[in-house]
């Protein structure tokens, strides 16, 4: 199943705002989906929380011993 935006209007500037609340949907969205899995394979979830500054520290984490 294909994401749509919820918050985000296509043409529009994407602001801190939007971008945390577009990757809450979308980590609710898989959340949800691990907690079914889970109860139907009988083990716990294994729920995932990020949001768009880790990412940020992530790359440039990333970036710093290469060089970037």
Do not use: W
């Not at 294909?2 to 609340?21: C, D, E, F, T, W």
């Not at 990757?23 to 949800?32: G, L």
């Not at 949001?51 to 710093?64: A, G, K």
């Amino acid at each position: 199943q294909a994401y749509r935006y919820r918050h985000y209007v296509p043409g529009k500037s994407l602001s801190a705002r939007i971008a945390y609340q577009e990757t809450r949907c979308i980590i609710d969205m898989v959340n949800r989906k691990e907690e079914k899995l889970a109860i139907e394979e009988h083990r716990e979830p294994h729920l995932i929380y990020f949001s768009p500054h880790m990412l940020r520290h992530t790359f440039v984490t990333h970036c710093r011993p290469r060089g970037g």
